[in-house]
């Protein structure tokens, strides 16, 4: 096994971030907005009926722009949380003493070292999710939005209720989000990386293809732990002040009153059809940036 250099962790998991949003962000902005569609009055048709119909109205009604709104947010805020959180689990591993033959570390201490990582993004992870989601819901709505792009976004926010009232609106929910999430999200890729790796070889070699392929799985454990605590969050963060005084406990609350236990997993399909090709190409691009800094800079 090579020493972990956090640096390079630091760097190439910034790359692998710009990968995974370009990838993704469409589907991301149609599952934000199943997940924050307001409940119709009595007779009254969804907004939108599933994924496709949402797509087809976004479309529609914005362009295929409309599939990017608020992307310019998680640009601004992945390169840096995702550098953050491969630190943050090269450091968790680092922390650590390989207990597996061949010098490997458990899935427990994987899992340990991917919840330190969930724990180092939080501080990027929440204010940017805060404003990525405000922005994906306003262009559902009528009328002239209220938000011109992300930074006036997080002035109107930090000049209503300041700093964590405001802009930090969810870290809770984001903490709750992350933290198992994350811990899933890199165990699972590790193990499926040695799983798929032939004998005799090492994993940092695999092709390309097994690469995407450990990293699409990846994706898709880590929000099926994530999908119920990220619908709560998305309401929490996108809700007018007030409507939730006691946080998530009120956003629980209301919505499997409301809809459901189910409710939890409003967006689960757009959630799992992202999941997998942004993933892949997250973790394809740490890999081939990890690869890159190895060669260019083998002693940092």
Same mark, same amino acid.
């Given at each position: 096994?090579? %020493? ?21 962000? =469409?589907?991301?902005? /149609? ?12 007779? &009254?048709?969804?907004?939108?009926? #599933? ?31 995702? !550098? ?9 591993? +680092?922390?650590?003493? =390989? ?17 330190? !990582? ?9 204010? #940017? %999710?805060?404003? +990525?989601?405000?922005? &994906?819901?306003?262009?559902?709505? &009528? ?17 209503? !209720?300041?700093?964590? @009232? ?10 709750? @989000?992350? /933290?198992?999430?994350? #811990? ?9 990386? @040695? ?14 293809? @097994? ?16 999908? =119920? ?7 929490? &963060? ?6 939730? =005084? ?11 009153? +409301? ?27 740490? %890999? ?13």
């Amino acid at each position: 096994m090579s %020493e972990i250099s956090p640096v390079k962790n630091f760097l190439a998991g910034g790359f692998g971030g710009v990968c995974l949003v370009f990838a993704g962000h =469409p589907l991301d902005t /149609i599952k934000v907005r199943l997940q924050t569609q307001p409940t119709p009055a009595a007779g &009254q048709p969804l907004m939108y009926n #599933g994924t496709l119909d949402c797509a087809k109205k976004i479309i529609s009604k914005e362009g295929f722009t409309g599939l990017y709104k608020g992307m310019l947010a998680p640009i601004l805020g992945v390169t840096p949380m995702y !550098a953050v959180c491969f630190l943050g689990f090269g450091i968790g591993k +680092k922390l650590q003493t =390989p207990s597996e033959p061949n010098n490997s570390y458990s899935p427990t201490q994987l899992f340990k070292a991917g919840m330190l !990582a969930g724990v180092f993004t939080t501080a990027i992870m929440a204010p #940017g %999710e805060r404003i +990525k989601c405000l922005l &994906q819901i306003q262009a559902a709505s &009528q009328g002239k939005p209220k938000y011109a792009g992300p930074m006036d976004c997080a002035r109107q926010l930090y000049r209503e !209720a300041g700093l964590f @009232r405001g802009i930090y609106k969810g870290t809770v929910a984001t903490l709750l @989000r992350d /933290i198992p999430a994350s #811990g899933v999200y890199f165990m699972s890729y590790e193990l499926i990386k @040695r799983s798929i790796t032939p004998a005799d070889s090492d994993p940092s070699s695999l092709s390309v293809g @097994r690469v995407l392929f450990a990293g699409g799985m990846a994706g898709i454990f880590n929000w099926a732990v994530a999908i =119920p605590p990220d619908t709560l969050k998305s309401r929490l &963060q996108t809700a007018p002040a007030g409507q939730y =005084p006691n946080g998530l406990r009120d956003v629980f609350k209301e919505l499997v009153a +409301k809809e459901g236990v189910m409710s939890l997993y409003k967006g689960f399909t757009p959630v799992m059809l992202r999941a997998f090709p942004a993933n892949a190409a997250c973790f394809c691009g740490f %890999e081939c940036a990890m690869k890159f800094l190895n060669w260019a800079a083998p002693s940092l």
